[in-house]
């Protein structure tokens, strides 16, 4: 079955402090593996999208790590700021065409001054 | 650019009442899709369309329905709404619906079926 899996579930961390989020997929055949950042009442915006041979891939202070070897992938937020608190999806993509994306269940980050 | 629309921003109905969320996008994408977002979960995808005329079902359709007269709109019809459809509904958009290209968000709709 094709499932992405985040973790934690919400986070709690101080501002100015970093942070690294989890996701594990087992989405196949792989296409490409996306985070998004989704605002509290808002719809998800793309923060960044790997594929498979790619291992990294920073968009400001947000970095991504991909190992398709063991399906996992990070998304590390450096220096936090008090507009961070919001959810952080992970979407896996499939190579099909249609219904080709696997939502997470996001992490909730909450960033405290 | 607008980008991606949604009405209403949040709706209340009555079990067996029908309505339509409507969605509109002014970036000329092929590939639009309906998504609905419940607490814990993933979103689903609950229909998409690759192009004006074209549409299919996604993971959760039952109880829904979706046409595509123009590149611009996508309506999502709920037939006789029930307290499972209770949810925020997104509406996307990405130039071709490709597996690499960038989705775009709505704001939501938050629906709330009593």
């Known amino acids: 079955k094709n499932q992405v899996e985040q973790s934690p579930q919400s986070l709690i961390i101080l501002e100015g402090k970093n942070c690294t989020l989890q996701?594990?997929?087992?989405?196949?055949?792989?296409?490409?593996l996306r985070w998004y950042k989704q605002d509290t009442g808002r719809g998800p915006v793309s923060l960044t999208i790997?594929?498979?041979?790619?291992n990294t891939k920073s968009n400001g202070r947000y970095t991504a790590t991909l190992d398709a070897d063991t399906k996992q992938s990070s998304l590390h937020i450096t220096a936090s700021q008090l507009s961070d608190s919001a959810s952080y999806i992970c979407?896996?993509?499939?190579?099909?065409?249609?219904?080709?994306?696997?939502f997470g269940g996001g992490t909730r980050l909450m960033v405290k001054p | 650019n607008a980008g991606v629309t949604q009405t209403p921003k949040f709706q209340v109905l009555k079990t067996g009442q029908s309505m339509t969320l409507q969605c509109a996008q002014d970036?000329?994408?092929?590939?639009m899709s309906w998504y609905r977002q419940d607490p814990g979960m993933g979103l689903r995808l609950i229909h998409y369309?690759?192009?004006?005329?074209?549409?299919d079902q996604g993971e959760v359709p039952n109880g829904y329905n979706v046409s595509r007269s123009t590149t611009e709109d996508f309506p999502l019809r709920l037939l006789s709404a029930a307290p499972s459809q209770t949810s925020v509904y997104f509406c996307?958009?990405?130039?071709?619906?490709?597996?690499?290209?960038?989705?775009?968000f709505g704001p939501g709709t938050r629906l709330t079926v009593l």
């Open positions: 996307a958009s990405s130039q071709h619906g490709t597996s690499t290209d960038t989705q775009y």
């Open positions: 979407v896996v993509s499939r190579l099909r065409a249609g219904n080709m994306l696997t």
């Open positions: 790997m594929t498979f041979s790619e």
């Open positions: 970036m000329n994408h092929e590939y």
């Open positions: 996701c594990n997929y087992t989405v196949s055949p792989f296409s490409n």
């Open positions: 369309s690759v192009g004006a005329g074209i549409t």
